[in-house]
């Protein structure tokens, strides 16, 4: 890798910073649409066929990058506009903070037929039983996981492997969420998406909350309590990763997370995470506060840890 990679992922991020998502013709978008075709033309309920179909839909993009980037190995402007291009695809910061406000508003206003409605934007619970507090909680627990999934861990990937770790964290990130759920379906076709998307957050999981305690001051929060939740509550999660980072953030913001999730016909029972009352929209426009302070730190650290590789 080379300094070009450190430029790259500091631009795509002020982009994405300033303009969010591409409204139109987003290549995650397309990826997903690519996806879905293959997977109905691969798809067998068993384990091998799903492992076949994650290999093909994250080997084949990954395979582009690695081509780009040996295509601009002597050309760093292009290299650095690819990798810009590339980071600012797969992040998600300002479309998240942007959609946590929408939630909070909603909820000040006591309006809570337009916050159900916009809760499929942030997570795929059923809204339509759920009260502010339960409404709350599922958008600061939404904030808190893809705090991970579409800023830091990105930008760790972007780091340590240039644009096909951009590219391929993000093709085994959107697989997980189209095939890696338990449904009657996917139960063992998406074993091997899940997997994957597990192991590639591992690290960014815990670099997430570890930046959650550093970063708790900033909106009046308490880092020792985030440490203590944190280190106390994150292996309790089902998830290797969501724990983590939701663990916390309930301990920075002093809520308390966790609890019962309906998704459409199948119900969850998660452990509680943090010791505070339930989040109410406050804590909505805390948390999202919090992710934008730790989407900061991520993007000069993976900036750091570009520009040394590429020193070296």
């Keep these: 890798m080379s300094l070009p990679n450190a430029v790259g992922l500091l631009a795509g991020y002020a982009v994405d910073a300033l303009v969010g998502d591409p409204r139109r013709y987003h290549p995650v978008a397309g990826f997903g649409q690519a996806a879905a075709a293959l997977e109905r033309r691969l798809y067998r309920p068993g384990r091998t066929a799903g492992a076949a179909f994650t ?33 600012w695809a797969v992040l998600g910061a300002r479309t998240l903070r942007s959609e ?50 579409a800023v830091v861990a990105p930008l760790f990937w972007g780091a340590v492997a240039g644009l096909p770790g951009l590219v391929g964290y993000r093709a085994a990130n959107t697989l997980d969420a189209m095939v890696g759920h338990r449904s009657a379906r996917y139960a063992r076709f998406g074993t091997a998406a899940a ?20 970063a708790a001051p900033l909106v009046a929060g308490d880092p020792a309590n985030a440490w203590r939740i944190w280190r106390r509550d994150g292996a309790d999660h089902p998830s290797p990763n969501a724990g ?45 506060r919090l992710s934008g302070a730790v989407g900061l730190a991520a993007v000069a650290l993976a900036g750091v840890v570009a520009a040394v590789r590429g020193a070296k």
Excluded: K, W
């Excluded at 002597?74 to 650095?80: D, G, I, K, N, T």
């Excluded at 809570?112 to 599922?138: K, N, Q, V, Y």
């Excluded at 192991?199 to 815990?206: C, F, I, M």
């Design 55 to 87: 290999a093909l839909a994250v080997g084949a993009p990954v395979a582009a990058a690695v081509a780009a980037t040996v295509a601009t190995r002597r050309r760093p402007l292009a290299r650095a506009v690819l990798v810009a291009a590339g980071t």
């Design 244 to 288: 983590q980072c939701e663990s916390a953030m309930a301990g920075a913001l002093g809520v308390r997370l966790g609890g019962r999730n309906v998704y459409f016909g199948r119900s969850e029972t998660r452990p509680f995470l943090g010791d505070g009352p339930r989040p109410v929209a406050l804590d909505i426009r805390r948390a999202a």
């Design 195 to 214: 997997r994957l998307d597990d192991g590639l957050n591992l690290v960014p999981s815990r670099l997430t909350a570890a930046l959650t305690v550093a």
């Design 100 to 149: 946590a406000g929408i939630m909070a508003g909603a909820l000040e206003r006591a309006d809570l037929p337009a916050a159900r409605a916009r809760l499929s934007h942030l997570c795929g619970r059923d809204p339509s039983s759920l009260d502010e507090p339960e409404l709350a909680r599922a958008t600061v627990e939404s904030v808190a996981e893809n705090t991970s999934d």
